[in-house]
């Protein structure tokens, strides 16, 4: 076998976010089945730029004589390629060069079928390319072009032509095009490999590459270790910490660690509520130093003065990162209202944790740019399916995918602070709508709103300004597209000061229109992800308080969350749309969640989940517990089956959605789901409103 198999991973990816390698070659004809190969020629590109400097080329000889036809092209002969390496040595350097990567060619069809024909002819094993052709996805960016040809396209492009007709300079001409094209065609709705790869073999004239020569995918990897992904910080803690005071000696955190069979002691500084550790590690480190008079010395002259702390509610997995890539084997756990209410070690996260964990949550946090950012989908998409073949639960599966939103979010606000320098004031970037409940699933968009503080001049408002339109810019570039309605920090309606916030929040309570009411809906799922968590969590209870008095405006909500129509007509059949689909968030999930949001808000309850707005308000009302089981319930399913839809587009290179196919789903799913459609009318009877 001479060519490696790219992964399948890297079907979810932005294009803007792959590494390809561009290729050419020359030939003896244009008969596949008879050309002999004389050069073969490639160029590395990423992050939509080429680098000229890391090319291969190489002159092949064919073994047969250059007929001059094909000179005329491309200007080789017989003189030119004596003396060279015959196909099965050249091809072998190529693919070691190549290594596992994305191909690109211009009619790459006709390529990839001499190079197979070339592998029969010596004996070598062919390994199918993963190949995006150009030539189709130059039709689907409308040009405004009737020739189609390389040469045409790059200068409609403004791209400089050389060399042409030889193997590199068209390779490098290639990828200039391709780099070119994926603006046009983002436009157009094709964003990632996958889709760029649907595209192409669904245009009007489909590189027959894609039909005759389909990519072998590796199968879904099973030796993930689930765990770290199932469970919370809380299952693991130990609680409650290990405590001891500054002022003890380093003897008597000896004894206590011995005592207890703990590796370390959480250090409290009284007169400040401040919070340290001290590890075996600490100590041993102590008395290496300074010998056994340590013994007798204060605790507080030898441990660290920080704790690294995550939440009682983090998953396991993030917390695995946060120990990696801080260097540390102990972390305190805080509630959230940041008390100290247990402690986490590496021995009880590590021997559970597997390499996807880790991978995960830390390319978010090193990643250096947009591109590097981009990558996340990837893993993430691959962990939504090894979960999901695992039967994990899928609100569980969609907490986690909500989480890497507001880690992304969160890594965009400071790529964007590193880019245009310090927040002139205090501030906070909030994530809105799914992200905020925990509920998104691998379809998302923007949804974030920035509040700063008070006070701020013409200078501090502009420089949100730039901040805002940069963090999402990051975002759509890392494959978070733009909200379709605006609702980011790139407009000046969700960036405001806290006084701008509280106007507003107060004018949509006051008011009737169905806009205020559509920007409340999604405004009370906030969540701080970076910045001054304090302001935000002060100016989001006032919003609460003010929408729990505000009566009108909680009706009106309610006889929103009340509207909705049913996806079944006569006989129970499907109403489906011209794709033959359904839009399950509008018709089932939304009725859930937008009921539990305003059951939450008249009740005071200050949670944020779907799931637990209608376990406590169960708790509240004991009347309505079988009905909030059934909506929990049938949310929870119909996420399942939006989310497993949207892992089968994207394997197919469909655009994502929540819109999925009745049809596909087994008689088992399909009950299942119709038991969950069944329960929606329900949330008439939660909010007080009469059914219709």
Request: charged letters at 25%; a negative charge.
């Amino acid at each position: 076998m001479s060519f490696s198999l790219s992964s399948d991973d890297l079907a979810c990816r932005p294009l803007t976010a792959l590494d390809f390698v561009s290729f050419d070659i020359e030939t003896t004809g244009l008969d596949p089945k008879r050309a002999r190969t004389i050069e073969i020629a490639a160029v590395r590109f990423h992050h939509n730029r080429v680098f000229e400097e890391d090319s291969f080329q190489s002159l092949v000889d064919p073994g047969v004589s250059i007929p001059p036809s094909s000179t005329k092209i491309h200007g080789l002969t017989d003189a030119d390629v004596a003396g060279s390496a015959e196909f099965k040595q050249v091809v072998r350097e190529f693919a070691e060069w190549a290594g596992p990567s994305v191909f690109v060619g211009y009619g790459s069809d006709f390529d990839v079928a001499v190079l197979r024909a070339e592998h029969e002819r010596f004996g070598i094993l062919w390994s199918p390319l993963r190949t995006v052709d150009v030539l189709p996805l130059v039709q689907i960016a409308e040009l405004g072009l009737s020739n189609f040809g390389l040469e045409t396209v790059a200068k409609k492009l403004d791209i400089a032509i050389t060399g042409r007709h030889r193997a590199l300079s068209d390779a490098i001409m290639t990828a200039e095009v391709f780099a070119s094209l994926i603006p046009r065609l983002k436009q157009a709705g094709v964003t990632t490999l996958a889709e760029a790869e649907r595209a192409a073999a669904k245009s009007p004239n489909p590189p027959s590459g894609l039909r005759q020569d389909p990519i072998s995918r590796p199968p879904v990897p099973t030796g993930m270790d689930s765990f770290p992904f199932r469970r919370r910080v809380r299952a693991v803690m130990t609680s409650p910490a290990a405590e001891i005071g500054r002022n003890e000696t380093i003897s008597v955190a000896i004894d206590k660690m011995a005592k207890d069979r703990i590796s370390s002691l959480i250090v409290r500084w009284p007169e400040t509520s401040s919070l340290g550790i001290i590890t075996s590690g600490d100590v041993i480190a102590a008395i290496a130093k300074d010998g056994s008079a340590v013994l007798s010395k204060s605790i507080g002259d030898y441990c660290s003065r920080e704790l690294q702390t995550v939440t009682d509610r983090e998953f396991l997995y993030r917390a695995i990162v946060e120990m990696k890539t801080r260097n540390v084997r102990h972390l305190g756990v805080v509630d959230e209202n940041e008390n100290l209410v247990g402690a986490i070690t590496g021995r009880d996260l590590f021997h559970k944790q597997g390499k996807d964990a880790i991978a995960l949550g830390s390319e978010i946090q090193l990643a250096g740019s947009a591109s590097e950012l981009a990558r996340v989908w990837s893993d993430l998409s691959t962990v939504a399916k090894v979960l999901a073949s695992q039967a994990v639960a899928p609100r569980r599966i969609s907490a986690i995918i909500s989480r890497e939103l507001r880690a992304m979010t969160k890594r965009a606000c400071e790529l964007a602070e590193i880019e245009i320098g310090t927040p002139p004031t205090r501030y906070a970037m909030l994530v809105l709508g799914s992200a905020g409940r925990g509920e998104s699933l691998l379809a998302m968009d923007q949804d974030n709103a920035i509040v700063f503080a008070d006070g701020a001049d013409e200078t501090a408002v502009n420089w949100f300004a730039e901040f805002g339109n940069r963090v999402s810019e990051i975002l759509d570039e890392a494959g978070v597209r733009f909200c379709d309605g605006g609702i980011m920090g790139s407009n000046h309606e969700w960036r405001k000061d806290v006084s701008g916030w509280t106007d507003t929040v107060l004018k949509w309570l006051s008011h009737t229109r169905q806009e205020g009411i559509l920007n409340a809906d999604i405004f009370f799922d906030a969540m701080t992800v970076h910045g001054d968590s304090l302001m935000a969590a002060a100016m989001y209870r006032a919003a609460l308080k003010s929408a729990q008095d505000a009566r009108p405006f909680l009706r009106l909500l309610a006889q929103r969350a009340s509207e909705f129509d049913s996806p079944t007509g006569f006989m129970g059949r499907w109403r489906l749309d011209d794709k033959g689909r359904i839009d399950l968030k509008r018709c089932g999930i939304m009725p859930i969640f937008s009921a539990a949001r305003a059951v939450a808000l008249e009740h005071g309850i200050n949670h944020r989940s779907t799931y637990r707005r209608l376990s406590e308000f169960k708790e509240m009302h004991p009347e309505f517990a079988q009905t909030c089981d059934d909506l929990s319930l049938a949310h929870g399913t119909m996420l399942g089956v939006i989310l497993n839809q949207q892992l089968r587009d994207f394997d197919n290179g469909i655009p994502l959605s929540s819109r999925i196919i009745p049809g596909d789903l087994d008689p088992l799913e399909t009950q299942q789901l119709k038991w969950s459609l069944g329960r929606v009318p329900q949330v008439t009877a939660l909010l007080g409103v009469p059914s219709s």
